[in-house]
């Protein structure tokens, strides 16, 4: 039997969440939809936020309860280890991968700071995205695919990244049904070292 939040890929339904990395910003955008099978719930959730003392910003896809069971896992590590977001999140997925009640969260987040951007998966997986050229981005959700071609298409073109990451979203809620375009960004300024 299939489980209810994923889809025959394996991917995440109900939400769709981009980071997108270029001219000395780092933005994570995601939208507001959450669905319960093939029903809207709800429009407006807010799956994008800043965490820690604002120096860190984040966005999940999966379970709203697991994610912030997760959100309040890392802000304990943030605080364990503040000002490093990578030392951080490694100890989060040693704990999501080990713990036998953190195993059963069904979410993925994708986390950045001023110099770091991170995707977080329950499998132990913490993963930066390749930098190209013109910057970087990284998706996750049912909609991350659609999202993640779109930035890296617009990346190359003379766009901020708030541009490029809202740009990406409302193509992905063009093409994913559990997508919308009430989307919500959060940035901060990249460090310079």
Partial sequence: MQNEKTDASGGWHATTIVMVRK??????????????????????ARKVRKLGKGDVIAGFAGATADAFTLF???????????????????????DWRSDRYLRRLEAM??????????????????????????????????????ALSAARALLPMDLSAE???RRSMQIAAEICVYTNTNIVIESLPLSEN
């Fill in 163 to 165: 541009d490029i990451a």
């Fill in 109 to 146: 987040m994708l986390v950045a700071d001023s110099r770091a951007a991170l995707v977080l998966t329950g499998t132990g997986d913490v993963l930066e995205p390749e930098a190209g050229e013109h910057g970087s981005a990284m998706a996750i959700g049912s909609g991350g695919n659609y």
């Fill in 23 to 44: 001219g000395g910003r780092i933005v994570i955008a995601g939208d507001g939809q959450v669905s319960l099978g093939q029903t809207i719930i709800k429009g407006n």
């Fill in 72 to 94: 309040e896992r890392l802000e304990g590590k943030l605080d364990q280890y503040p000002g490093q977001l990578v030392r951080a999140c490694v100890e989060l997925a040693k």
